[in-house]
Nanobody
Framework: QVQLVESGGGLVQPGGSLRLSCGAS????????ADWYRQAPGAQREFVAQ???????TYADSVKGRFTISTDNAKNTVYLQMNSLKPEDTAVYYC??????????????WGQGTQVTVSS
């Protein structure tokens, strides 16, 4: 069984930075696709960023140029570096990871969410 544990959220002033982490514990054979989503109060969960095992990245238009998604395969960890934060970035951020526990046993799990609040 795979558990995804997120950390790094908090309160930051506009223009500030945070780095979110999503660590996958358990026996991991590979991480193939990792995404970050966010959900603001009263809103639907929305896509933020994606990275594939080949290193291809995709970003929502609202975060392009400010956020960077990356992985550390040795640590089975996915990161989201968030710079130039704006009040509209305030949300609970969730990671979603698709990968394999063994060569033929896949997993697709969500983290528990971490709160990011951008306010002066």
């Amino acid at each position: 069984q795979v558990q995804l544990v997120e950390s790094g959220g908090g309160l930051v002033q506009p223009g500030g930075s945070l780095r979110l982490s999503c660590g996958a514990s358990g026996s991991i054979f590979s991480i193939n696709v990792a995404d970050w989503y966010r959900q603001a109060p009263g809103a639907q969960r929305e896509f933020v960023a994606q990275i594939t095992s080949g290193g291809r990245t995709t970003y929502a238009d609202s975060v392009k140029g400010r956020f960077t998604i990356s992985t550390d395969n040795a640590k089975n960890t996915v990161y989201l570096q968030m710079n130039s934060l704006k009040p509209e970035d305030t949300a609970v951020y969730y990671c979603n990871v698709f990968g394999y526990i063994t060569r033929d046993r896949a997993f697709n799990d969500w983290g528990q969410g971490t709160q990011v609040t951008v306010s002066s």
